[in-house]
């Protein structure tokens, strides 16, 4: 028998000393389902972000507050834990500090190599175009405003600007000549919007592709596993509706998988990777890669015998991952409101449940500043298009308030 499948993984008792710890770097919502499923195979869970009650840290046993971009605090953090692994669920860290926690014998998921180049998207896009030569839109960076007018006259437009870090489209423009920001516009969003990479940016050709999917990618100890294609829709760059599985052939499918191993291998590691493609008639090309579960990603709690951040867990504690199966079709859409508060209340959940074959995630954000994305609805059925649109009307039905906090105090 193969070495790979004799292997033995052994997982201690949470808060005991023999327990089995992770590091969970980000707490969000898609922090929260990982932790879920750490805490049914009893691992001890440590929590972290840069805000209290975060959704992760609702469900973990040990929560911490700190700056993850700060190295020398993230470090102590480490050394005070003493993780067994540490898993990122956000592109704001020091990498440095993974680099040297992984000196020390610390398993950082999938690596710290990995972590570093998909943090910003100039490692990852010169990885992908320029060492392992795979199909990407024209792309330029630029470090300055006069760069940045450059680069837009190069790549011409419509184009799309995108600061080298961020998420959930925070600062990400596209420049055409009837509508969109303005080149200076987007050049101080992207300024003010983009993380711990702001004055670079990414000047993207605006390809006019037929349709774009995620292609979930497991590493796992018995090798690379897929899961079926999910397509999405995005507004302003951040995932709205997503859907599994995206219809496409098997020949543009084969395609889809070949890149997605030669990027996932080239970042190596074990867990889930969200590849990113665009999809123009038979050709494919590489967008971006995140080695964590993906948003778009949150469909495979309905439609999958494996959710996505199973599959993650699975992968990155060493336990071999089956076959994945597809059990039914589904949607999930997004519940996303704009506002200021710290009370947050939700009415109309019953909408959700009156309905067979739906499932419902209220992330339990403490507050919102803004734009924020609060839950997802989540609905199978025996077609994806019926799914999208049960899921898309009862996302509609949830009514948020804020409430007034003066009614609370004594």
């Given at each position: 028998?193969?070495?790979?499948?004799?292997?033995?993984?052994?997982?201690?008792?949470?808060?005991?000393?023999?327990?089995?710890?992770?590091?969970?770097?980000?707490?969000?919502?898609?922090?929260?389902?990982?932790?879920?499923?750490?805490?049914?195979?009893?691992?001890?869970?440590?929590?972290?972000?840069?805000?209290?009650?975060a959704p992760a840290m609702?469900?973990?046993?040990?929560?911490?507050?700190?700056?993850?971009?700060?190295?020398?605090?993230?470090?102590?953090?480490?050394?005070?834990?003493?993780?067994?692994?540490?898993?990122?669920?956000?592109?704001?860290?020091?990498?440095?500090?993974?680099?040297?926690?992984?000196?020390?014998?610390?398993?950082?998921?999938?690596?710290?190599?990995?972590?570093?180049?998909?943090?910003?998207?100039?490692?990852?896009?010169?990885?992908?175009?320029?060492?392992?030569?795979?199909?990407?839109?024209?792309?330029?960076?630029?470090?300055?405003?006069?760069?940045?007018?450059?680069?837009?006259?190069?790549?011409?437009?419509?184009?799309?600007?995108?600061?080298?870090?961020?998420?959930?489209?925070?600062?990400?423009?596209?420049?055409?000549?009837?509508?969109?920001?303005?080149?200076?516009?987007?050049?101080?969003?992207?300024?003010?919007?983009?993380?711990?990479?702001?004055?670079?940016?990414?000047?993207?050709?605006?390809?006019?592709?037929?349709?774009?999917?995620?292609?979930?990618?497991?590493?796992?100890?018995?090798?690379?596993?897929?899961?079926?294609?999910?397509?999405?829709?995005?507004?302003?760059?951040?995932?709205?509706?997503?859907?599994?599985?995206?219809?496409?052939?098997?020949?543009?499918?084969?395609?889809?998988?070949?890149?997605?191993?030669?990027?996932?291998?080239?970042?190596?590691?074990?867990?889930?990777?969200?590849?990113?493609?665009?999809?123009?008639?038979?050709?494919?090309?590489?967008?971006?890669?995140?080695?964590?579960?993906?948003?778009?990603?949150?469909?495979?709690?309905?439609?999958?015998?494996?959710?996505?951040?199973?599959?993650?867990?699975?992968?990155?504690?060493?336990?071999?991952?089956?076959?994945?199966?597809?059990?039914?079709?589904?949607?999930?859409?997004?519940?996303?409101?704009?506002?200021?508060?710290?009370?947050?209340?939700?009415?109309?959940?019953?909408?959700?449940?009156?309905?067979?074959?739906?499932?419902?995630?209220?992330?339990?954000?403490?507050?919102?500043?803004?734009?924020?994305?609060?839950?997802?609805?989540?609905?199978?059925?025996?077609?994806?298009?019926?799914?999208?649109?049960?899921s898309e009307k009862l996302?509609?039905?949830?009514?948020?308030?804020?409430?007034?906090?003066?009614?609370?105090?004594?």
């Open positions: 028998m193969s070495e790979k499948f004799k292997k033995m993984i052994s997982i201690g008792t949470p808060l005991k000393k023999n327990a089995t710890r992770v590091m969970l770097l980000g707490s969000g919502e898609l922090g929260k389902e990982v932790a879920i499923e750490l805490s049914k195979l009893g691992v001890e869970i440590h929590a972290c972000d840069s805000y209290p009650n609702q469900v973990a046993q040990c929560a911490h507050v700190f700056n993850m971009l700060d190295e020398r605090i993230l470090t102590s953090c480490i050394d005070e834990i003493k993780p067994d692994f540490i898993v990122p669920e956000v592109e704001a860290i020091a990498t440095n500090a993974l680099f040297r926690a992984e000196a020390k014998g610390c398993n950082v998921v999938p690596n710290a190599k990995a972590v570093s180049l998909t943090m910003n998207r100039e490692g990852i896009r010169r990885l992908a175009a320029e060492e392992l030569n795979l199909p990407t839109s024209k792309y330029l960076f630029a470090s300055t405003e006069k760069e940045f007018i450059e680069a837009v006259e190069k790549i011409g437009t419509p184009c799309i600007v995108k600061p080298i870090m961020s998420s959930s489209g925070k600062g990400q423009s596209c420049i055409n000549n009837n509508s969109g920001l303005s080149i200076g516009g987007a050049w101080k969003k992207a300024q003010v919007e983009g993380r711990a990479g702001a004055g670079k940016v990414i000047v993207e050709e605006r390809i006019n592709f037929d349709y774009e999917i995620t292609l979930l990618t497991v590493r796992n100890r018995l090798g690379t596993s897929f899961c079926e294609p999910i397509g999405h829709k995005q507004v302003d760059g951040d995932y709205i509706h997503s859907w599994q599985p995206q219809p496409m052939s098997n020949e543009v499918l084969e395609k889809a998988k070949n890149i997605a191993q030669k990027v996932t291998d080239a970042l190596g590691g074990h867990g889930i990777f969200g590849v990113e493609l665009f999809i123009k008639g038979d050709e494919v090309y590489f967008s971006e890669v995140s080695p964590r579960p993906h948003d778009t990603g949150l469909v495979t709690i309905i439609t999958q015998d494996q959710s996505e951040f199973e599959l993650h867990t699975k992968a990155f504690l060493g336990l071999p991952v089956a076959e994945i199966r597809l059990l039914q079709e589904g949607a999930s859409s997004v519940i996303k409101t704009q506002g200021k508060s710290s009370l947050i209340k939700y009415k109309g959940l019953e909408q959700v449940y009156f309905e067979p074959n739906t499932k419902l995630r209220l992330f339990g954000k403490p507050n919102i500043d803004g734009k924020r994305r609060l839950g997802v609805v989540l609905a199978g059925d025996e077609n994806y298009s019926n799914a999208r649109i049960k996302s509609s039905q949830i009514k948020i308030n804020f409430e007034c906090e003066k009614y609370y105090k004594s």
